[in-house]
Structures are given as C-alpha cells and as structure tokens.
C-alpha cells in the first residue's frame, strides 16, 4: 500500500473509533437518564395507594360511611371549606367527629400531598 494511502488509512480508523466512543457515550448517558426517571416515578409515593390503606374504610368510593353529609365530593368538601389539597392535608392533621387523625408519624407530608392530589382529581 502506498505511503499516503496507509496513512488515509490509518486517520479513516481513528475517526471511526471516535465516532464509535462517541455513540458508547451516548448511549451511557441515555442508560442512565432512563435509569434516573424510573427511579424518581418509583420514589413519588402513590396517591391511589395511600388512599385505599388509610382512607377507604370509611371513604369508600369518596363517600362517607360514618357521616354522609361529609363525602369527598367537591360540592360537600367546598359547603365545608374544604377546597384545596392543603385543605384536605389539614383536614388529616386536624380531622372532625368521627375521622381519624393523620399525624406526620402515620402519614408524611408527602403521603398526605399526594393523597390530597388523589382525591382532587378523583372526587368531583
Ligand atoms: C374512621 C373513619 C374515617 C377515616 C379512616 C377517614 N375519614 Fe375523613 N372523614 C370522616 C368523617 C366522620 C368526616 C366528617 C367529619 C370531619 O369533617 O372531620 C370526614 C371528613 C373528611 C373530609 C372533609 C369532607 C367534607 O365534605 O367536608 C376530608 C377531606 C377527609 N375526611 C379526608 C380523609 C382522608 C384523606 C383520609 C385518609 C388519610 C380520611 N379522611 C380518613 C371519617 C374518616
């Protein structure tokens, strides 16, 4: 093989294997930000869940076994002033006749959030 050739050869194959370096790289960085989603959707805690185990005894289906007139409903929860997902968090820390109290021990902050996002958006 000629001299020029060989060497044309030679940056051919170095340019290759960058680009090939390149690609492992980026498929690494997709590894790994595919990693860090299912992970962090594996921490957010789960509304539905958390809902079922410590509210559906007496809430079932948004309803209210001990007190009728005070379902989950918008319409009840708002006659009440219950309007907000802070509301109803308050309304676990600091609960009426007849509900269970939810401290921070029982239920986090965050359980309790995402317990409120659930009832929001489930409870019309
Ligand atoms: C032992 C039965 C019981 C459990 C368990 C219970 N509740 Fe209640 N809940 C009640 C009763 C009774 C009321 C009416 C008295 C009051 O306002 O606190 C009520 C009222 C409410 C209201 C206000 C509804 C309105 O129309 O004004 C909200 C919001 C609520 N509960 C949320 C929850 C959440 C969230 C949980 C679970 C973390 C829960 N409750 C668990 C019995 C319960």
């Known amino acids: 093989m000629p001299d020029k050739l060989k060497s044309q050869s030679i940056s051919l194959t170095a340019k290759i294997k960058g680009v090939n370096q390149m690609r492992k790289k980026i498929i690494v960085i997709s590894l790994g930000l595919v990693l860090a989603a299912s992970m962090a959707q594996a921490a957010a805690p789960n509304g539905k869940a ?69 009832i929001m958006k489930t409870f019309k």
């Open 50 to 118: 958390l809902f079922q185990k410590n509210c559906a005894i007496c809430h079932v289906n948004g309803g209210n076994v001990v007190n009728p007139k005070f379902t989950l409903s918008k319409k009840d929860r708002y006659e009440h002033g219950v309007k907000t997902a802070g509301g109803i968090v308050e309304k676990m820390r600091n609960p009426g006749p007849g509900m269970t109290r939810f401290t921070k021990k029982t239920v986090s902050d965050k359980d309790a959030m995402a317990i409120a996002d659930y």
